[in-house]
C-alpha cells in the first residue's frame, strides 16, 4: 500500500497555519449561486442574436479561420453551445472532485486540519456545480453534454489513486482545475466582451479556485518530497500525463459538439491542438505547475522527456499566473 505511512504533513505547524487562512478565506470571501448571482436581471437575459456568444480569439477554435468564415448567426450559435459545454464539463469534473474528496475525508483524523478545509472547498464545488447548471439551463441548450463516454472510464483512476495514491488523486485535481482557471483567467484579464452572466460566473469561479489551487499546490509541494523513490518516480511521470490528458477532457469539445455544428475534422485537429498557436496555448496553461513539479523534486530525465513528449514542456512560472513570458 503506497499510503499506509503517516502524511509528514500530519504534524506540520506550518501546514496547518496555511490550512487555517484558507479555511477563514472560504469563510470571509466566499458566494452562495442564488444571492451573489442576480440571475433575473435584464442584462443577464439571454438572446439568440447577441455578438456577446461569439468565440473570442482566446478560444482556439473561435480564433480558427474555419469558425470565423461562418455567418453570425452561427457563430453565436457555435458560442453558445460551448460556452454551456465547458460549465457541463466543468460540473461533470466538479461532481467527481466532490466524490473523490468525501472518499478522501473518511481517513483523515480527528484533529487534522485538513478536514475542515477540504469539507469547505467541496462546499464551493457543489456551489459551483449548481452556479454551472443555472448558466447552463439558462442558456436553453439541453443537448449540450460535458464529459465523453470515455473520459468517464478514465475518471475510475480517481478511486484507488485516493486511498493509495493521494498525490495522484491531488495531481488529478489540479490538471482539472488549472486549465479552466487559465482560460477563465485569460478572458477575463483579455477585456473580451463577454455576456454578463458568464463574466459573473467566472468571477466568482476563478475567486474561490485560487483557494483550491494553492491548496492542491501546498500538499504536493509538501507531501512529494517525502515518498520513497519509487512512488515519486511514477508520479514525476504520471505528473505531465494526467496534465495532458486532463487538460483534453476538460478543453476539448466532445464530438456532439462536432457533429451538431459540422465541424470538419481537419479544423478540429488545428485547434486541439496541431497548429502552433494551439501548441503555445497548451504549453501556456502549464507554467505553475512545471513550477510546482521542479520545487517538489518532479524533474528527472525520465519526467523532462514526458514533458516534452506531450508538448507541454517550456518555462517555470516565477509566482503564481505570471504571464506567459515572451521566451514560451
Ligand atoms: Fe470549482
Ligand atoms: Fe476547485
Known amino acids: 500500500m503506497l499510503s499506509t505511512a503517516p502524511k509528514n504533513t500530519a504534524t506540520d505547524p506550518e501546514y496547518h497555519e496555511i490550512l487555517r487562512s484558507l479555511s477563514e478565506g472560504s469563510v470571509n470571501r466566499h458566494f452562495d449561486p442564488y444571492v451573489d448571482i442576480d440571475w433575473d ?9 447577441d455578438p456577446r456568444w461569439i468565440m473570442p480569439d482566446e478560444d482556439p477554435l473561435g480564433r480558427h479561420p474555419w469558425y470565423k468564415a461562418q455567418s453570425i448567426d452561427r457563430q453565436i450559435a457555435i458560442g453558445m453551445w460551448r460556452q454551456a459545454g465547458i460549465a457541463k464539463v466543468g460540473l461533470d469534473f466538479e461532481q467527481l472532485l466532490i466524490r473523490g474528496l468525501m472518499q478522501y475525508l473518511i481517513s483523515v483524523p480527528n484533529g487534522d486540519p485538513e ?3 477540504i469539507t469547505h472547498e467541496a462546499a464551493e464545488e457543489c456551489n459551483h456545480t449548481m452556479m454551472f447548471q443555472e448558466m447552463i439551463n439558462r442558456i436553453g441548450y439541453h443537448d449540450v453534454v460535458g464529459m465523453g463516454t470515455i473520459d468517464r472510464k478514465l475518471t475510475m483512476i480517481i478511486w484507488p489513486a485516493v486511498k493509495y495514491f493521494p498525490e495522484l ?6 490538471g482539472g482545475e488549472e486549465p479552466i482557471d487559465h482560460l477563465q483567467k485569460s478572458l477575463l484579464r483579455g477585456g473580451v466582451d463577454l455576456h454578463p452572466m458568464v463574466q459573473r460566473v467566472m468571477q466568482i469561479h476563478v475567486a474561490e479556485e485560487a483557494r483550491h489551487i ?18 515519486k518516480t511514477a ?8 496534465m495532458r490528458i486532463m487538460l483534453d477532457m476538460i478543453m476539448t469539445p466532445p464530438k456532439e459538439f462536432v457533429a451538431k455544428f459540422d465541424i470538419p475534422a ?8 496541431r497548429s502552433p498557436q ?20 518532479m524533474i528527472n530525465p525520465v519526467a523532462k522527456l514526458t514533458w516534452r513528449l506531450l508538448g507541454i514542456d517550456g518555462p517555470v512560472t516565477r509566482y503564481r499566473s505570471e504571464p506567459a513570458r515572451k521566451a514560451a
Open 169 to 174: 488523486f491531488f495531481t488529478m485535481i489540479l
Open 235 to 242: 508520479l514525476s511521470v504520471l505528473f505531465p500525463i494526467a
Open 278 to 297: 494551439s501548441q503555445l496555448t497548451m504549453r501556456n496553461i502549464f507554467g505553475d505547475v512545471r513550477a510546482l513539479a521542479t520545487t517538489s523534486g
Open 214 to 231: 494553492s491548496f492542491a499546490h501546498e500538499y504536493l509541494r509538501r507531501n512529494v518530497p517525502g515518498m520513497n523513490v519509487v512512488t
Open 41 to 49: 436581471a435584464p442584462e443577464f437575459a439571454v438572446h439568440s442574436d
Open 266 to 273: 481537419e479544423v478540429m485537429r488545428d485547434a486541439y491542438w
Open 115 to 117: 478536514f475542515r478545509y
